[in-house]
């Protein structure tokens, strides 16, 4: 404990700003997870209406990824957070409206969620230039858990708020934005050194797809961070109706399954970084998947509440490698014209799959039944694997697919 605080002081004060704002921004995300219920209950519209505009809603997110990436690549990130945090206020305040029409809600949660979607690939930039090689993976490491300790806490005081009226769930959303919004910009100087500026403009009016042909490996690197974090995203749609419909375990047991996933992640981050800290990141990818794929199996083949709970206890250190590696990874290979756009690969990949996965698996279990979309989620981190040790083998034999730019 005594070396992560020695460690955590040496890191530069501006990065404790944006730790801060991911607190303050993750403890204050209110309206999200109760938007289903404020545009059923809240404003009449039908369970089906509802699901369409969240679908069209969240695009808002992928775009957001997208947007970010491109212009954190042309100005400096602190100007695009702000923007973010801007345009999601923006679009919340226009959900607040009463009696509009319906298409109105949904150009509002889409503005709304494109703001939430800019945010991630410009924070992740700006932990990237803020920090030196050494300290990177530390520093990623400390804003995913501050990212998790606010989310440890954020629905349940919103769900405190919702009790009172959905208009303080906006209120309380809002607020914490423009907290968010003081703290980067009072806390972030007004420019961060980069070696953007020495990027030729045929460099930085390259497409995304045109980066992407350019560095193939690097692609295939981020892209398929999809095949792991999909099993987040599809487990958290299934353990509820698992736990409830096939175990017939109580409430109780659903609240004990997230509670155990942020223990794990609250409890072990700093522990799985200090033990791969330095290590070959295309290795610890390796790592990741096989806890990914041996939780997945240990819940396939026990299929019960027990194996299931262990099953998670596997995933969520595969999460935390995950979530520690690939943008520290992205931000020491990627050329620095372009790591922006590289970022928000990996920001595309968790909103891509936080729209798919629930979809898909729900599709599965309906015409087919639970197993069918479980083996799914076994299969996927299994491809993962194999996709990073052909990744770590290119690395190993210094192959010419391997683009890396190293630090700028």
Sequence with gaps: MLSVIKDFKALPKQ??????CSLVNRLGMFVYP??????????????????????????GMILGNLLSGS??????PKGVILLSFSINILGY??????????????????????????????????????????????????????????????PLLGGVLAVR??????????????????????????????STKNATQS??????????????ALTIFCLSGILLIGVLFGMEYLVPLLLKNVFHTSEIMVGAVYTLNAAIVLGASFIVERLIRDRSEPLMMVVSACFWTVGMLTIVIGFNTTSLLLGITFWSLGEIIYSIILPAYVSKNAPDHCKGRFLALVDLTVSGARIIFPALLGYIWFNYD???????????????????????LLHSRRSPLLEAAGDN
Aim: net charge neutral; hydrophobic share 55%; charged share 10%.
């Design 370 to 392: 639970v197993q069918s979309a479980l083996w799914l989620l076994a299969v996927m981190p299994t491809v993962g694997l194999l996709v990073y040790i052909s990744v770590f």
């Design 71 to 76: 212009l954190v690549d042309r100005w400096q």
């Design 203 to 216: 460099q930085n009016n390259q497409s995304l797809l045109q980066l992407m042909a350019a560095f193939p």
């Design 93 to 154: 305040w226009g959900l607040m409206t009463q009696d509009i029409h319906p298409y109105a809600y949904t150009f509002f949660l889409f503005i709304g969620l494109l703001g939430m979607g800019m945010y991630g690939p410009a924070g992740n930039l700006l932990i990237a230039r803020l920090s030196d090689a050494g300290q990177r993976q530390f520093a990623y490491a400390n804003d995913y858990v501050f990212k998790n300790l606010g989310m440890a806490f954020g």
């Design 34 to 59: 109760f938007l289903t219920l404020y545009l059923v209950n809240g404003r009449g519209l039908s369970v089906a209406a509802a699901g369409t505009m969240l679908s069209v809603g969240s695009l």
């Design 165 to 194: 009226s959905f208009e303080l769930v906006f209120y309380g959303d809002i607020f914490s934005k423009v907290v968010c919004l003081l703290l980067i910009y009072f806390g972030l100087k007004a420019v961060i050194n980069s």
């Design 15 to 20: 990065l404790y700003f944006i730790f801060l």
